[in-house]
């Protein structure tokens, strides 16, 4: 095998983002597109110039025509759905949320170890050039010790209904784009805090639709996050050290758009970091075709994924009691 095959499974809306993506990436190929209906799935394939389609997301993992899928489901059924990938003998890159109980994260790492498949979460911007420079400018000392981090990340969610903030698919901002800040404030601090404190306000719909956390790691160290579905869209990341900060103001999304990386040093100027241009989800494809084609460990760990869900469920433990959470209590 030298090249990947890909199948998505389903038709989400997310793909126009990734199909781009596997036809640039060195080593992946599009083969298929799994939809619950027949029909749909040809229409897809059709639109998209995709070679097969399924009118049911098991038969895809059955046919052998791929070798990887691309899961962008509701929250609530990607552990289900991954779990099958992989018994089916198909590698998996998942959507963030990776799941919503941490049972699901063990099943799924479970299931990778038992079938000797390649597993990944999908947070595509940890494997854009930005990212890993500002997260090597850190580790290298350039912020003195580092201190404190806040981020967010908002937009309005004006269309109504829909699976982001429903309860019964695993809803809520926090899950949604909250998650994006809470894994780089973890990326950059190099481990999961040991306490959170969290708020939220629901809304009608019963999910979190505005979230804010604190997150006290090791050290006397803190990050403050939030993110919401009520307001305009913003992204942001500040990272503060004894010696400085670094600014990024488009840490996730939208890096091809006036994006900065910039340091202000404690005494001088500010500098701008220059960053090589990367279309925004090709990394995440050919970090699992390197995987699946090398050998290769994935660039984000397993263990890093399984605390990313463990800092959202504190959050959320700690926004429904009233109480800081510790990491400690959740198993």
Known sequence: MNRARWGLLSTANINRRVIP???ASKEGELTAVASRDQ???ENYARTWNIPRAYGSYQEMLDSGAIDAVYISLPNHLHAEWTIRALESGVHVLCEKPFAITL??????IAASQKNGRCLAEAFMYRHHPQTKIAGDFIRQGNLGELS???GTFSFPL???PDVRISPEMGGGSLWDVGVYPLS???YFFGAPPIAVFGSQWIGESGVDETFAGELCFAGNRFAQISSSFRTPVFTHFEAIGTAGRLSLNRPFTQMDEARQLVFYPKDGEPVELPV?????YVGEIEDLNNAILHGAPTYITLAETRDHIRTALALYRSAQTGRTVELSSIA
């Open 21 to 23: 993506a596997i036809r």
């Open 39 to 41: 029909s749909k799935a």
């Open 103 to 108: 049972p699901e994260v063990d099943a799924m």
């Open 148 to 150: 404190h981090t806040w």
């Open 158 to 160: 004006d269309r109504r």
């Open 184 to 186: 780089l404030a973890q």
């Open 276 to 280: 090589p241009e990367q279309e925004l």
